[in-house]
């Protein structure tokens, strides 16, 4: 009997040091075992989630708010956000203030910035600018000319987004996008205020009058814009001993020596 499990320890012995052996002589086997353990719960996950798992890391672009560099003195009165918007599974729906629903597809696209107040709301993305008001049956489309940067300006009735090289206006009485191409100058102020916009550079003062979308613009001689205004019925640029007075009565510029 004793001999008899001697010869049976002997036996596994043997048996062992073989199946080590074959492991030195092949250890792919062994990784190869333990890889396809390691990945077989991989294998397990839905589409959606290996799509998710190797997606590319997110592209983070710059799209900040506009900080004006002139003083606003405008006396603006509250202010109501009277349409909002819900990001939907690949879309986002407008509510309009009479409770009309408007909605766009987003398939395609990467949403940079979203933002509403007052009567609009206005989306960037990586191929569009959006914008939806009040008075819009659709969201209306402005193209932009694939920049990186750009600065975001509200108003209630308008809405500014600025490149080094462009500007787009959205006019939420008209529903459309206007494009102000910037000429060796910087943005320094956005206003709104009721139907009349007013803008400042370091070359130009510009008022632009929504309803009919009229431009007017006024040279600043190398002179620089220290603070503005907006009123009902008349804006003001102060620049230093001068004033140039923009009338919506009369849709032009005055210059006003204050020295006087």
Not at 118 to 127: H, M, R
Not at 147 to 173: P, W
Not at 199 to 217: A, G, K, W, Y
């Amino acid at each position: 009997m004793r001999n008899l499990l001697n010869g049976f320890l002997i036996l596994i012995l043997i048996s062992s040091i073989f199946n080590n052996l074959g492991i030195l002589a092949n250890p792919s086997n062994d990784r190869q075992g333990y890889q396809e353990t390691r990945l077989n719960p991989l294998r397990q996950l839905t589409p959606e989630a290996n799509r998710i798992l190797n997606a590319p890391p997110e592209v983070h672009h710059q799209v900040t708010t506009f900080e004006s560099h002139v003083t606003d003195r405008t006396a603006y009165p509250y202010i109501k956000t009277t349409i909002n918007f819900v990001k939907g599974h690949h879309s986002f729906k407008a509510f309009l203030s009479d409770g009309q629903e408007i909605s766009y597809s987003t398939r395609g696209e990467q949403i940079w910035h979203s933002q509403c107040y007052g009567d609009l709301c206005i989306l960037v993305t990586q191929k569009n600018l959006l914008g939806v008001s009040n008075s819009s049956t659709e969201w209306e489309k402005g193209h932009q000319f694939g920049e990186e940067r750009y600065q975001i300006a509200m108003g209630h009735k308008a809405a500014l987004v600025m490149s080094d090289r462009k500007l787009y206006l959205y006019n939420s009485y008209t529903n459309h996008w206007e494009t102000i191409s910037l000429e060796q100058e910087i943005i320094r102020s956005f206003a709104n205020l009721y139907d009349k916009v007013a803008i400042t550079t370091t070359r130009r003062m510009i008022v632009i009058d929504l309803p009919s979308e009229t431009q007017f613009e006024e040279n600043l001689l190398l002179r620089g814009i220290g603070q503005f205004e907006m009123r009902d019925s008349f804006i003001n640029f102060y620049s230093g001993d001068k004033l140039w007075m923009f009338r919506h009565q009369t849709e032009a510029f005055e210059e006003v020596d204050l020295t006087d």
